[in-house]
């Protein structure tokens, strides 16, 4: 079919499995309003929602971060003034010794201790604050990405050639190699990074659910996939996945008996797979070159 | 043997559409063209070492796929070598460069290979042939000639054995990709006096790809017997498309001698823009300019007005690391210089260059265009951020009146918002070239401003360098010697070498 | 090498002063759980059977505080007290049941450190197969990419309708592939407490294999460092230099490949582009170690932590997070910062050594 080729046509790996991450979704929405329950289908609608809202922005300033950093530090070793890049340098070293989720846990620990304290905090504004803390955590992947472009370019012809005619670092940084010929680059990394908090958050957000007891269970952030999953219904509905290895039959019955945790794993499972191949697919372009 | 080849890319874009390729069984075929026109690809194609995944490839009418699997592929893969033109990714980092020519076809020992390796690197120390090949082929060492005969030197030992073994026809085929194009004179000579002494005795076919144009020059004085044996074809792009039609030669040996000797110098003046004083140390090498290299006679390299000074040197001597370290691109251990009055020395900080010189007194032309440009700048776009205080029209204006110096009027209006990776090697030097001119400055530096070209385009070329000079001064680094020895003229050459006395 | 070491120590060093203000500050502003004031509550509660959040049983237990003060405690005492309690209760995590932890003590800090050891030995033996399982997926995806490339090419000498037929049966191939290894695809990227989860798992929760198993088989682990290599190995495949050693007809058909020699330690392929290639792939994967192991250590800490797998470093983390015991938390982070910093330290040196075999 016309249609199908045009769609699903695998010339651009990277587009194919965006197209097939925004068809998958869109077939597990449409089941889950014909069989879930209503309270359920809100809940996974919002969770969905949520999650792709904190990852997108969270990389977004992940991006801006890495950008800024990078160039802020390159033009301090140009102008010689070695304290503040060997500042920056450290400063983003000690942030990449820390394990991403304990630094995420730490950021979300305080931000439900402030909740806790009666801030009155919108949820748009703690999904904000949540990409904040997310995008913390990983903007040092941009921050790497960004030095190596400038490292693989600083010292081609092309730029010393643009030096000596006259043009300005700045603009050689910014516009010639990151605008110019990193593009591509930044849209892989950003592929990668919204791959890399969409885990993160889920994960941390389940575990910040779980908590130590339900006694301990602290004050709710705006529902998200890992807090989904964290709920008890949703934890039976992934305990009853292992039947099917004892009655092979109970995998038909799975589908419309267990679809709230089904339905949130399996969005959070199926995105970043999809995410995970468009990253690849990107990397592949850009190898290839 | 004919070819019709016709290469796309996997979303159907073409590349190179050529009817009928040619080269001639049994002779050396000289294939001249500008750089980017596919000369490479379509040898590359023949040869059989293109991957079909990769592009759409036909080869007379037939998918690669099956002329992969062809007889005649199978015969000059097994028998025949193919010498690439990038040298600094062709040699394995991790295997010292002996194990690299023992390795595949190349394990068989031959008691030739060793005076004929030595050969290429003639008047070189046996320490120093012997570390070269135990060391780890680096980016910076060898340096680009070094490799290029290194990668040579793999064909060479290939047809030795051929000849040894008495397996030689006119179905081995060996294919050199600009193999002098880092080598000076010197070594170049070297390079092919091995390579038609190996002919010879093997009567291979030889597919020899270069610009350099002073091969023919050699060819009609040193071997006149080679020349119902070679056979010069170029590649051009035509109003139809890609084409191969034999070079005359002649054209280029009458276009040498058309010009006087010091053509490019006859209206310098007596108003110094550079001087350079001759001792020089950079990236811990001792180097001197002298006028004379047999007497070893030092002297201050100057640069006037309406001058050109032509710089020589062995390949990797240091030639464009000066011209940097001038520019204040490099930090040189040792250096002084008087630029418009104003001395440097090692010590001058880099804000010197950036405040005063950069983009008002200084400007440099670099080798290699691909490096030189910003590939995915459009061609005016490559021009515009340097003309300052103008209207767009006005800028539109200028650029165009620049590329009328190298471009004739329909092609300037094609190229001007087209990608620069989308033009020809010639067309991007040319723009190279160009953009250097734009500047305000009075000292240019050009480092192989021909390379890449085509005959017709080296002819503008010296043209524009001609115009240009009259209010400027140039320092010159070229491996087309006797192009620009001639033109230049004796009394404004100088040579780099390295200080061993000091 | 110097070099790598005294500029890891530095920033160890800053860090860890860094470190010991945290830990200060965070002794300081422990909510200290204040337990000692509301004793008198609890000894009331057990001895007089009294639910404080009766309000009926409270103001009953009032009026008899007033004629029978106890213990210098009357009505007005008890009521302030109550209110105090009943702020605290609300609002100190530490105050409600089933908490454990504590603020660091020298003993705490022992059992911090042994939870840190047990940690380190499974992240140890994960990173070690996971480095070799990455090689061997690396490998294995570009031997097969070859090998289909050249039986295509083979093929190319059938007429049309047949090579179309055969590459139809590769592409169908491919695609069952893709269907029979969708299950495996989705254990392998789910997150670990969903894996867990779903296969019952038949492991105690606290087995060293179990964390081993799913450090390495889920959270994408697998793939993604299976991948990198993969790139790596492709991006030197497209050098110049393989080219070269294509043109001096180096092996370039694996159809013999034995897939067993993926899992031997030292793989050599010698006379090959693969072996041409493998060393220079091998230096740049040991650089991308750093980021592997980082990634290696989120995933154990998700593991203990999602499964609540008690009397593990991670889930002691959690905990003091949680329960506001700050100056242990970041002791504990020290710990986990000591072997991040510990495994780049390796990884850097691995490099390093590993290019001086190619110095002249």
Same mark, same amino acid.
């Given at each position: ?63 801006? $971060? ?26 983003? &070293?000690?942030?990449?010794? =820390? ?74 940084? !910014? ?6 010929? +990193? ?14 908090? /969409?885990?993160?958050?889920? +994960? ?64 959070? *499972? ?7 191949? #468009? ?8 190898? !290839?070159? | ?5 016709? =290469? ?23 294939? /001249? ?27 007379? !009418? ?34 010292? #460069? ?17 005076? &004929? ?65 880092? $080598? ?8 092919? %006096? ?8 093997? !009567? ?65 003046? %007596? ?31 100057? #640069? ?5 000074? @032509? ?111 989308? $033009? ?53 680094? +070229? ?24 | ?22 830990? *200060? ?25 009294? &639910? ?58 022992? &059992? ?9 030995? =499974? ?33 190319? =000498? ?19 592939? @893709? ?84 899992? +031997? ?7 090959? *582009? ?40 991670? @889930? ?45």
């Amino acid at each position: 079919m016309r249609v199908k080729r045009i769609f699903f046509s695998k010339s651009d790996p990277a587009k194919f499995w965006f197209r097939i991450m925004i068809v998958g979704l869109l077939l597990i929405y449409l089941w889950n309003a014909a069989f879930l329950y209503e309270s359920g289908f809100k809940r996974w609608q919002a969770a969905l929602f949520n999650s792709i809202f904190v990852s997108f922005v969270a990389s977004l300033l992940s991006i801006f $971060l890495g950008w800024f950093f990078s160039y802020y530090k390159y033009i301090n070793e140009y102008l010689d003034k070695v304290v503040v890049s060997k500042t920056i340098i450290f400063f983003i &070293d000690a942030i990449k010794s =820390i394990p991403q989720v304990i630094g995420a846990l730490t950021g979300y620990a305080i931000l439900t201790n402030l909740t806790a304290r009666d801030y009155n905090l919108s949820s748009f504004v703690l999904l904000i604050l949540l990409s904040f803390i997310l995008g913390l955590f990983l903007f040092v992947e941009a921050y790497d990405m960004f030095n190596e472009r400038i490292a693989y370019y600083k010292d081609k012809d092309f730029i010393s050639a643009l030096r000596v005619l006259g043009m300005k670092e700045s603009s050689i940084i !910014n516009k010639e190699i990151f605008y110019k010929n +990193s593009r591509p680059y930044v849209i892989q990394k950003f592929a990668s990074i919204f791959g890399e908090v /969409f885990f993160l958050q889920a +994960s941390v957000d389940y575990i910040i659910s779980v908590g130590l007891t339900l006694k301990t269970n602290l004050v709710s952030l705006p529902p998200t996939l890992g807090n989904l999953l964290a709920r008890i219904d949703s934890k039976q509905d992934i305990f009853a996945i292992g039947m099917i290895f004892s009655n092979l039959s109970y995998i038909f019955e799975l589908p419309f008996k267990h679809l709230q945790g089904l339905s949130a794993a399996l969005t959070l *499972v199926f995105v970043l797979i999809c995410v995970y191949k #468009i990253a690849n697919a990107l990397t592949e372009k850009l190898e !290839n070159k | 043997m004919n070819f019709n080849v016709s =290469i796309w890319t996997k979303d159907n874009f073409p590349i190179v559409e050529i009817k009928d390729f040619y080269f001639e069984e049994g002779k050396i075929n000289f294939l /001249f063209g500008e750089s980017g026109i596919g000369k490479s690809l379509i040898s590359k194609a023949i040869y059989g070492i293109l991957n079909p995944f990769d592009l759409n490839i036909y080869i007379n !009418n037939k998918s690669y796929f099956q002329y992969l699997n062809t007889a005649y592929v199978s015969e000059i893969r097994k028998n025949g070598f193919f010498v690439f033109q990038e040298t600094s990714t062709h040699l394995n980092p991790t295997l010292k #460069i002996s194990e690299q020519l023992e390795e595949g076809d190349l394990s068989e020992f031959s008691s030739q290979f060793l005076d &004929d390796f030595k050969y290429l690197f003639y008047g070189k120390k046996e320490e120093f042939i012997s570390f070269l090949s135990h060391s780890y082929p680096k980016p910076h060492r060898p340096s680009g000639g070094e490799k290029q005969r290194i990668l040579a030197s793999m064909a060479i030992k290939k047809m030795q054995l051929l000849i040894e073994k008495n397996s030689y026809s006119n179905l081995n085929l060996f294919v050199f990709d600009e193999p002098s194009g880092n $080598l000076d004179d010197k070594y170049r000579d070297l390079l092919f %006096d091995l390579i038609v002494k190996k002919y010879l005795k093997g !009567n291979f076919t030889i597919l020899f790809i270069t610009h350099d144009y002073s091969l023919i020059g050699k060819i009609y004085s040193q071997y006149e017997n080679l020349l119902t044996r070679a056979k010069f074809l170029e590649l051009r792009k035509e109003e139809s498309g890609l084409s191969l039609v034999e070079f005359n030669s002649r054209n280029y040996l009458d276009w040498l001698k058309s010009f006087p000797e010091g053509y490019l110098n006859q209206n310098k003046t %007596d108003f110094e823009l550079l001087k350079i004083y001759p001792d020089l140390q950079i990236f811990g090498r001792k180097l001197s300019i002298v006028k004379d290299k047999e007497k070893f006679e030092k002297k201050d390299l100057t #640069i006037n007005k309406g001058q050109i000074v @032509y710089l020589k040197a062995e390949s990797g001597m240091g030639k464009t690391s000066l011209a940097k370290a001038i520019c204040g691109l490099i930090k040189p251990d040792k250096i002084k210089a008087r630029i418009w009055g104003t001395t440097i020395d090692e010590n001058t900080k880099f804000e010197f260059y950036r405040d005063r010189l950069w983009g008002k007194k200084i400007a440099m032309c670099f080798q290699h265009s691909d490096e030189a440009l910003n590939l995915n700048d459009l061609t005016y776009q490559a021009f515009e951020p340097f003309i300052k205080n103008k209207t767009y029209l006005e800028k539109t204006d200028l650029i165009e009146k620049n590329l009328f110096k190298a471009f004739d009027y329909e092609t300037t209006k094609i190229i001007f918002k087209r990608k620069i990776k989308h $033009l020809s090697g010639g067309q991007k030097q040319k723009i190279n070239l160009l953009r250097s001119f734009l500047s305000p400055a009075e000292i240019i530096i050009l480092d192989e401003p021909i390379s890449g070209m085509d005959f017709e385009s080296v002819k503008k070329t010296f043209d524009i360098i001609k115009n240009e000079l009259q209010n400027r001064g140039i320092l010159l680094i +070229s491996h087309n010697e006797e192009i620009f020895s001639k033109a230049v003229g004796s009394e404004n050459i100088f040579y780099l070498v390295e200080n061993e006395q000091d | 090498m110097k070099k790598i070491i005294v500029k890891n120590l530095i920033s160890i060093g800053i860090i860890s002063i860094l470190f010991v203000v945290f830990i *200060v500050v965070g002794k300081l502003i422990s909510v200290s759980d204040k337990s000692e004031r509301f004793v008198v509550i609890k000894e009331l509660q057990e001895k007089y059977y009294i &639910d404080i959040f009766d309000e009926e049983q409270v103001e009953i237990f009032k009026m008899a505080l007033e004629s029978y003060p106890i213990q210098h405690l009357n009505r007005e005492k008890f009521e302030n007290l109550l209110d105090e309690y009943k702020r605290y209760y609300f609002t100190n995590p530490k105050a409600k049941e089933g908490y454990t932890g504590k603020n660091l003590s020298l003993d705490y800090a022992i &059992d911090i450190m042994l939870m840190f050891v047990k940690f380190c030995f =499974i992240y140890f033996i994960s990173f070690f197969s996971l480095y070799h399982f990455s090689k061997a997926i690396g490998f294995a995806k570009l031997i097969r990419e070859i090998n289909y490339q050249n039986d295509l090419t083979k093929f190319a =000498i059938l007429d049309e309708d047949e090579f179309l037929r055969k590459a139809k049966h590769f592409k169908l191939k491919k695609y069952l592939n @893709y269907i029979i290894s969708a299950p495996f695809y989705l254990f392998i990227f789910s997150p670990s407490y969903v894996a867990a989860y779903a296969i019952r798992s038949k492991f105690d929760s606290d087995s060293f294999l179990f964390l081993i198993f799913f450090a390495i088989f889920t959270n994408g682990a697998l793939l993604y460092s299976g991948n990198r290599f993969y790139n790596m190995l492709k991006n030197e495949y497209h050098k110049g230099y393989a080219l070269t050693a294509l043109v001096k007809n180096l092996k370039n058909d694996y159809s013999d490949f034995n897939f067993l020699w993926l899992f +031997s330690l030292s793989k050599k392929f010698k006379g090959s *582009v693969l072996g041409s290639i493998y060393p220079a792939a091998l230096s740049n994967f040991y650089l991308s170690l750093k980021e592997i192991g980082s990634f290696l250590i989120t995933s154990l800490a998700i593991i203990e932590m999602a499964l609540n797998i008690q009397n593990f470093f991670c @889930y002691e983390l959690l905990k003091c997070l949680l329960f506001e015991y700050y100056d242990s938390a970041f002791f504990i982070i020290f710990l986990l910062f000591v072997l991040v910093k510990a495994n780049d330290i390796a990884a850097e040196i691995l490099h390093y050594l590993n290019s001086l075999k190619y110095e002249s």
